[in-house]
């Protein structure tokens, strides 16, 4: 079993993709304006999506 992730995705509120990292186990956000973001994490059995707020 794998622990970390195929692939992550960072979505801005307007859909646009603003981030993606493969192969894993965290994101830095840090350089993103504050926001609501949809992050999509992909592993090799399904795909999880999350809001986040970052402040």
Same mark, same amino acid.
């Not at 960072?10 to 992050?39: C, F, M, R, W």
């Given at each position: 079993?794998?622990?970390?992730?195929s %692939?992550?995705?960072?979505?801005?509120?307007?859909?646009?993709?603003?981030? =993606?990292k &493969?192969? &894993? &186990? =965290?994101i830095?956000?840090?350089?993103?304006?504050?926001?609501?973001?949809? #992050?999509? #994490?992909?592993?090799s =059995?399904? #795909? &999880?999506?999350?809001? #986040?707020? %970052? =402040?």
């Amino acid at each position: 079993m794998n622990n970390g992730f195929s %692939k992550i995705q960072v979505y801005s509120p307007i859909g646009q993709l603003v981030l =993606e990292k &493969t192969a &894993t &186990t =965290e994101i830095d956000i840090a350089h993103l304006a504050n926001g609501i973001y949809l #992050v999509k #994490v992909f592993d090799s =059995e399904k #795909v &999880t999506v999350i809001k #986040v707020m %970052k =402040e």
